[in-house]
């Protein structure tokens, strides 16, 4: 990913639109054929020659036209005929940021392959799910991923329709009116290059598109984030259901031998608010004064490649710390039966209502025996209720027995996994 966002990148970039515009204009007659296969033949650029002349001009596109010039020769007079330099610029930054997009899109998938694998094999491991942080009733390991690869597979859908509303281009002149350039230049140019001309540009094409293309991968990152947020709580000492797969030889504190932390789920959550961030400044270049400004111009220099470049290395850690999880399901157990299944209250409750007594009845007696259970080094939930007189003139010992049957928690979820196709 970094390598399409160097400065000979760019300018590769900015040479590709060039050469395609003077490609569109032989093509319709305007400038000699020949003088195109000449430029063709031999333009070229030297990204130090380039900010040699910049440091003079202080114009970034004339020092690149000077410096292709020097190649070119008298030919080169055909190059840049009738653009401004937007037209190179933001034609130029879409095949960059489409190229990004192919990268982003190839990572994704094997994030979305690491998931999808181990929400399968934890099909059937059960875990308590929680809500607010408490315990709340039985899921499995392989639901919770299932949620997480519905999740990712809507980003592929978002990023599919990024691509098809970033690649646009613009040969449209100084405001965008075509004055000095036919528009069938811009139809020609853009085809060849990959791209749909824009609908309506100024100056340059409007920063929407780039403002939406940027939230597209804060929303990813965001998404990450939660993942690894999952991971770093589901790892506290006191929970231990699943762990960041630590190597052999790794450290975990330069004071304490025993530490295992997870630092990578922490670095994908740090990286997650700096791509947030960039969405905040892509929104504000949507607003440029008139036709354009270059307000823009050098935050994106920042915000674009840094997101870019940031999100996928993302994907790359959160692909890994996906596939090497390490997950116990002795732990998840231990932490579903805490204070003897307090976790089955709902099921006493809607078994009792079912048995003929009342609901607020059933729920002071069940809420009774749980809160007495609640916390006690000694708490057992399930003794308490099948104690309590008030159950046992309702369910038999096997109904009571029923109501601790995690199985009937999962009796629905085959739906979800055939909704994912897995």
């Known amino acids: 990913m970094g390598t399409l966002w160097t400065d000979t990148y760019k300018l590769k970039t900015w040479l590709q639109v060039e050469i395609a515009v003077c490609e569109a204009q032989a093509e319709l007659g305007i400038i000699p054929a020949e003088a195109v296969a000449e430029i063709k033949a031999k333009a070229n650029f030297d990204p130090k020659r380039v900010l040699e002349i910049e440091a003079e001009v202080r114009h970034d596109m004339i020092a690149f036209l000077t410096n292709v010039n020097e190649y070119v020769g008298d030919a080169g007079r055909y190059i840049h005929l009738g653009l401004t330099s937007s037209d190179v610029l933001d034609t130029a930054l879409a095949l960059q940021l489409v190229a990004s997009l192919d990268v982003l899109m190839a990572q994704l ?19 308590i799910g929680r809500s607010h942080g408490i315990h709340a009733e039985p899921i499995t390991f392989g639901f919770k991923l299932a949620g997480w690869l519905a999740e990712v597979l809507r980003h592929r859908d978002h990023l599919c329709q990024q691509k098809r509303h970033i690649a646009v281009g613009k ?14 230049v811009e139809a020609i140019a853009c085809q060849n290059l990959g791209l749909e001309p824009d609908t309506a540009s100024t100056q340059v094409v409007s920063r929407d598109r780039h403002a939406a293309f940027v939230q597209t991968l804060a929303l990813l990152a965001a998404s990450i984030e ?69 307000s823009h111009s050098a935050s994106e220099r920042v915000i674009l490649p840094d997101a870019c470049i940031l999100t996928h290395f993302m994907l790359v850690e959160a692909t890994d710390l996906v596939k090497n999880l390490l997950v116990y399901p002795d732990n998840m157990t231990r932490n579903l039966n805490l204070y003897g299944g307090v976790v089955f209250s709902q099921r006493v409750l809607l078994t009792l209502v079912e048995k003929g007594m009342s609901r607020e009845e059933a729920y002071t007696v069940v809420q009774s025996c749980a809160h007495q259970a609640w916390n006690k080094p000694n708490g057992d939930f399930r003794a308490l209720i099948s104690q309590d007189d008030r159950v046992a003139n309702h369910l ?27």
Not at 109 to 126: C, F, G, K, P, V
Not at 171 to 184: C, E, F, H, L, R
Request: aromatic share 6%; proline share 3%; glycine share 6%.
């Open 396 to 422: 038999s010992a096997e109904e009571v027995e029923g109501c601790f049957d995690p199985q009937h928690h999962l009796k629905h979820l085959d739906q979800v996994y055939q909704r994912l196709g897995i």
């Open 226 to 294: 939660r993942f690894a947020v999952e991971i770093r709580n589901l790892q506290r000492t006191d929970v231990l259901e699943v762990e960041e797969y630590f190597a052999k030889g790794q450290k975990g504190s330069s004071a304490m031998p025993h530490k295992r932390n997870p630092i990578r789920s922490e670095r994908l959550t740090g990286m997650a608010r700096v791509v947030r961030s960039h969405a905040s400044t892509a929104l504000e270049n949507v607003a440029l004064w008139h036709e354009r400004d270059i």
């Open 171 to 184: 040969i449209s002149g100084a405001v965008g009116t075509y004055a000095n350039i036919d528009p069938q």
């Open 109 to 127: 998938e094997s994030l979305i392959q690491a998931i999808r694998y181990q929400a399968q094999q934890h099909r059937s491991t059960i875990m």
